[in-house]
């Protein structure tokens, strides 16, 4: 369920928190806007395509993670989409909500305000972790927004989740968040970068040290900001709340209403979304694809892009590619 800030081949180098709401130019072709929305603001990282007129795409983050999460895979897909991925709310650059609504369906608000203000809709969707579930629920609820899906270890309701997963379900615990920040307020932002690798990442050893580096950087100035465990708390609590919710509303009920294509990425090193959840996923979204990759960990769009943007090729050109 957690997919925070993880180092990757292409990172961009964040501007400063007040950043004009024009569009800014940053490292490896990227660029960055604000986008102002009534109660809401949020953080676009735009990677245009190589040529006008190619279908828009919006990639959506997991919990504890940015928009920085796609710059790997953005790149492969360029010559194909024209691609932009957000900060969710109080994640990345984005501010938090004015509501301080950090449920599924507050995140799959802002996701939908977002396109309805751009007029990008429809896209082609892609989502990881929370992310996943966010677009689960935007393709349920406006389906007229979402040309394909993609989901990389979407964090759908389990059963019995895997233990290695249990720290992520406490966050949603009132109070858990600011005991462990107390308790963890000695860590360095390095050793608690390398948790989060040791967690997400099949084989942590993939990560170059140039990616470590620029994680510890950005780790170190998230944790500078004062509603850091607080995003992190109340969006863990509203998955949770999420997996609670029966009839039309649940996640599972909705995943059965997608109309869209939609292809399903499982990695079998996965340890907050299990690898078990693959054939049930791929029951649940209609006509789908299922791509299971043995030795991927939470975060297979980082670890094998390649993989991913090859299967995510042959989903869109066969349904709405240019």
Request: one cysteine or more; a neutral charge; aromatic letters at 6%.
């Amino acid at each position: 369920m957690s997919s925070t800030e993880l180092p990757e081949t292409r990172t961009a180098a964040a501007p400063s928190a007040s950043r004009p709401a024009r569009a800014v130019r940053v490292a490896d072709g990227e660029e960055l806007r604000s986008v102002s929305l009534p109660g809401l603001t949020l953080t676009v990282r735009a990677r245009p395509g190589v040529e006008p007129g190619l279908p828009p795409a919006l990639y959506v983050h997991g919990l504890g993670g940015s928009s920085q999460n796609w710059s790997t895979l953005m790149p492969l897909l360029a010559d194909l989409v024209d691609g932009e991925a957000v900060d969710l709310p109080g994640f990345g650059d984005s501010p938090p909500p004015d509501d301080g609504n950090y449920s599924v369906t507050g995140h799959a608000r802002a996701v939908i305000r977002l396109l309805d203000s751009t007029g990008r809709g429809p896209v082609h969707l892609f989502g990881n972790s929370l992310g996943g579930a966010v677009a689960t629920r935007v393709a349920a609820a406006r389906p007229d927004l979402v040309r394909t899906l993609t989901l990389v270890s979407p964090a759908l309701p389990e059963l019995r989740a895997q233990r290695t997963a249990w720290p992520t379900v406490l966050l949603a615990v009132p109070g858990v968040a600011s005991a462990f920040a107390k308790l963890t307020k000695d860590w360095t932002a390095e050793q608690r970068v390398r948790g989060v690798l040791s967690l997400c990442y099949g084989d942590p050893g993939r990560v170059t040290d140039e990616g470590l580096r620029h994680a510890v950087e950005e780790m170190e100035r998230r944790l500078e900001l004062p509603y850091f465990w607080d995003a992190m708390a109340r969006s863990s609590r509203g998955i949770v709340d999420a997996y609670t919710l029966g009839g039309q509303h649940g996640l599972w009920r909705q995943a059965e209403r997608v109309l869209a294509p939609t292809l399903l990425v499982y990695g079998g090193r996965d340890q907050l979304v299990s690898y078990r959840m693959a054939r049930k996923a791929a029951a649940a979204f209609r006509g789908s694809r299922l791509l299971t990759l043995p030795e991927a960990g939470h975060v297979a769009m980082m670890e094998y892009p390649e993989t991913v943007a090859q299967a995510a090729r042959d989903l869109i050109a066969d349904h709405g590619g240019s």
